[in-house]
Structures are given as C-alpha cells and as structure tokens.
C-alpha cells in the first residue's frame, strides 16, 4: 500500500497543551498537505509543506518537514476544545493526486 | 475555494441495492475526485473524473461497481452498485485547487450504511 502511517492513532490532551503528530509516507513528494476532518465530515484543508522547504507556519499550527526521513509533523500550540478532529497528512508526489496516512484522532478536553 | 455539495448527506440502503452520490461544485473544475472512508480509516482514492473522458480507477475498484459520470465540469456522480454490508462508508468527492500544488477541495461526504 502506498499509504502513509500517522502517530500517534489516537490523541487526548487538555486544551492549553500542544499536540504533536507525526507522519511517515513512502515516496518522493512534490508536498506535504495536512488536512482536518470533524466527526465524519469532508476534510478542510490546513497547511501545505514543499519538498525543498523544511518548517512553515500558520497561525498556531506548524509543519516541519524531512524529507531524508520521508517523514513530517504537526504541532498545534494552545489547543482548543474546537481543535478536536481527526487529522491526516496527504502526500503530493508531483501529479494531481494525494496519498493519505492513517489519520490522528485528537481530543482536546475543556 | 470551490464549495462542493454532495446528495445524499446519508442514507440507508438494502443489500443488493444500488446507490447514486451527487456532487455538485460551485464553479468549472477539470479533475474531481471519489474517495471511500470506511469506518475509522482513511481515505481511499476510489477513481479521479474528468470531464468528457472515462473516469480512471485506482487499483481494486471497476467501473462494475462504482460507475462514475462526468457531464459537465460542476458535476459528477458515483453509483455504488450491488451493495454489501462491506460498502458501508463515507463516500467523499473532491475538487482539484488548480494550482500547481494540488490542494483539494472537499464535499462533506455521503454516509452509507447497508443493512
């Protein structure tokens, strides 16, 4: 399968705190796309990372990037109860189709 | 960004049935996408649909199965045919950026049960 695997499968966390995920996927990527799903619904695309790039930000989300490793990460600072979602990485080799990991189920309680 | 809709939000159908998933998009878009969420999994690319040309199926899904049509370039459908408990998912279609990084954009899904 050329699916990614994601870390950890399950998250729970206190709202304040940071969430870390992580990602591993298994060929070369034109980018890196993180996405957020609520409770079953359609995903909403978060943050994107190109392959020559090594860190990005958006407001309190940050990507790192590294591609010797085929892996990348998601923090989320400050976390919200909103936060509490499932999120999957998706992976851009060059052509217009994205390779989904196994997704992270974050809770982030009040 | 494209808004998508899909028709039906959900729905819950015999064994053996079929079922027809609508997706409707806001705006002229050359690639959709069809994508299969099986409870507590990821997605799965199921075809990727272009306007005017047969739709291309990823390994382990057939045009038998999941016929797909392809209009015009605001819609698209997906029947799911000769249904099984084992088709009982969230189907997703979803639109191409159109910019050079491939985002994409998504419908809010159809949830499928098959009693």
């Known amino acids: 399968s050329q699916q990614g695997e994601e870390d950890p499968q399950a998250l729970s966390i206190q709202e304040g705190e940071n969430a870390t995920m992580n990602c591993s996927y298994k060929?070369?990527?034109?980018?890196l796309q993180w996405y957020r799903q609520n409770s079953g619904r359609g995903l909403v695309h978060l943050i994107l990372i190109r392959s020559n790039e090594r860190e990005k930000h958006s407001g309190r989300l940050r990507v790192t990037l590294d591609t010797s490793k085929k892996s990348s990460s998601l923090l989320i600072t400050a976390s919200r109860a909103a936060d509490t979602a499932s999120y999957f990485c998706a992976a851009n080799t060059g052509f217009q189709k994205l390779v989904f990991g196994t997704g992270t189920r974050l809770l982030v309680s009040p | 960004s494209a808004v998508i809709s899909q028709k039906p939000s959900r729905d819950i159908c015999q064994r053996g049935t079929s079922l027809t998933i609508q997706c409707q998009v806001d705006s002229q878009v050359t690639m959709m996408f069809w994508y299969r969420q099986q409870p507590g999994q990821s997605l799965t690319l199921i075809a990727t649909?272009?306007?005017?040309?047969?739709?291309?199926?990823e390994s382990g899904f057939v045009i038998d199965k999941f016929p797909i049509s392809r209009p015009n370039l605001t819609f698209s459908t997906l029947t799911v045919s000769n249904l099984s408990p084992e088709d009982s998912s969230i189907y997703l279609c979803?639109?191409?950026?159109?910019?050079?990084?491939?985002?994409?954009?998504f419908g809010p899904g159809t949830r499928l049960t098959v009693t």
């Open positions: 060929t070369s990527i034109n980018n």
């Open positions: 979803s639109v191409d950026s159109g910019n050079s990084h491939y985002e994409q954009y």
């Open positions: 649909a272009n306007q005017g040309s047969e739709a291309t199926y």
